[in-house]
Nanobody, 124 residues
Framework: QVQIVESGGDLVQPGGSLRLSCVAS????????MGWFRQAPGKEREAVSC????????YYSDLVKGRFTISTDVAKNTVNLQMTNLQPEDTARYFC?????????????????WGQGTQVTVSS
């Protein structure tokens, strides 16, 4: 049974940093591309970043490029999202997801497994 669990969300001031973590069980990051999505109240879920450990393929939304960094630890089946220079518009629930391909996708329905999400709030 596949399980994806996110952690690391918090309340942070503008300009601050957070590191989100996602641990996957029941699958291997060797065979899955892992994505981060976010959804703010009243808005559609949007892709943030993705990485395939096997192919090295990466994706970043233009909204986070240069501020967020995705990384994976295949041995620990973990994918992390380091977020810097956070802004109020980054406030959302962040979800980790897995798709059984070696390339990334920024389309949410291309991912078959999802976690419950972790809340990131950027506010002074």
């Amino acid at each position: 049974q596949v399980q994806i669990v996110e952690s690391g969300g918090d309340l942070v001031q503008p300009g601050g940093s957070l590191r989100l973590s996602c641990v996957a069980s029941g699958l291997s990051l060797r065979y899955y591309a892992m994505g981060w999505f976010r959804q703010a109240p009243g808005k559609e879920r949007e892709a943030v970043s993705c990485m395939s450990s096997t192919s090295g393929d990466q994706y970043y939304s233009d909204l986070v490029k240069g501020r967020f960094t995705i990384s994976t630890d295949v041995a620990k089946n973990t994918v992390n999202l380091q977020m810097t220079n956070l802004q109020p518009e980054d406030t959302a629930r962040y979800f980790c997801a897995a798709r059984p391909f070696y390339v990334c996708s920024n389309v949410s329905n291309q991912y078959g497994f999802w976690g419950q999400g972790t809340q990131v709030t950027v506010s002074s």
